[in-house]
């Protein structure tokens, strides 16, 4: 708590110095006077009764206008200078009466003003002891979190500590693994090459009995494809007015022993007439002539034949 302060010397309560209380005393002293002053003025001038003219002797002479002109302006000019002096008069007692008030206004802010002033140290004082206890909070608060900041960098330091051995044990695995996954992949690429040698030799003899096979078909077709055009021929009904220079084309669909299963024409020749004489000697002709060794027979179940008019003569 803030201690008060001592009052100054020469100041009484309420704040009230020696010099205002003297002057203060005078002004109720003028004020009096002057009321007093004021009473005997009017007093004067209106409860006294008014002397009783003299009685003048009659003059024989006459006052003219002017001259009673006169008269009433000086007459008027006292009365005008006696109400002045009453104005005067009251005007200064208002004066008085004002000061004192502002005095009396003054002496209440001024007492209004020390009881702020003891509001001001008394909130002030209680601000203090805010602040103290504050502070106090504070220092509470700062030691938790000192504490907390340790107990979260321990627990940081362990934390690193896991993750630096899990990270060092995956790293291990992954080492183990990139090897094996590099020995797989080694393997698989080794097998990789044998199957790959492996095709290209299945490959090369595929295309070795391709090539044996198709030779085996050509020399087959060039030595029975004649054969069988020339029985087709034997059974072939020339049709009349026949022109050559013409072809038909027939797909022919055969048994092992060479049954004509079927026989579409493909192809006209543009004449029909041809077409079907065809086609109906290849149906005579069966069965046809064609190769037994296996390998071959098979490759004559299907046959595209061409035709034409000089062919079957």
């Known amino acids: 708590m803030v201690a008060a302060r001592k009052s100054a010397p ?41 002397a009783k003219p003299q009685v003048q002797p009659i003059q024989a002479s006459v006052l003219t206008e002017a001259e009673v002109r006169k008269q009433l302006d000086v007459f008027e000019e006292r009365e005008n200078k006696k109400k002045l002096e009453q104005e005067q008069a009251e005007k200064k007692v208002q004066d ?42 504070e220092k509470s608060k700062a030691e938790l979190a000192r504490q907390k900041q340790a107990e979260e960098k321990k627990k940081a330091e362990l934390a690193r500590k896991k993750k630096a051995e899990e990270e060092k044990r995956k790293a291990e695995l992954a080492r183990k693994k990139k090897e094996d996954e590099k020995k797989k992949a080694e393997l698989a690429r080794k097998k990789k090459l044998e199957e790959e040698q492996r095709k290209k030799e299945l ?98 179940r299907e046959l595209d034949l061409k035709f034409n008019p000089e062919d079957l003569i």
């Open 203 to 300: 490959a090369l003899k595929q295309q070795m009995e391709a090539e044996r096979q198709q030779r085996e078909l050509n020399s087959a077709l060039a030595q029975y494809i004649p054969i069988i055009k020339q029985k087709v021929s034997r059974n072939w009904n020339k049709p009349a007015d026949l022109q050559n220079g013409i072809t038909a084309k027939v797909a022919v669909r055969l048994t092992a022993n060479g049954e004509v299963v079927s026989a579409q024409l493909t192809r006209s020749s543009g004449n029909s007439v041809f077409d079907r004489s065809v086609v109906n000697a290849v149906y005579k002709a069966s069965p046809l002539p064609i190769p037994q060794e296996r390998g071959v027979n098979e490759r004559f």
């Open 10 to 50: 020469g100041k009484k309560k309420f704040g009230l110095t020696g010099k205002s209380l003297t002057y203060a005393i005078g002004v109720h002293v003028i004020i009096g006077v002057l009321l007093f002053v004021s009473f005997n003025f009017t007093s004067d001038n209106v409860q006294k009764p008014a």
């Open 96 to 137: 008085l009466l004002k000061k004192q008030k502002l005095e009396e206004e003054k002496l209440v802010r001024i007492k209004k003003e020390q009881e702020l002033q003891k509001l001001k140290v008394a909130e002030e004082a209680k601000k203090a002891e805010a602040l103290a206890r504050k502070q106090e909070e």
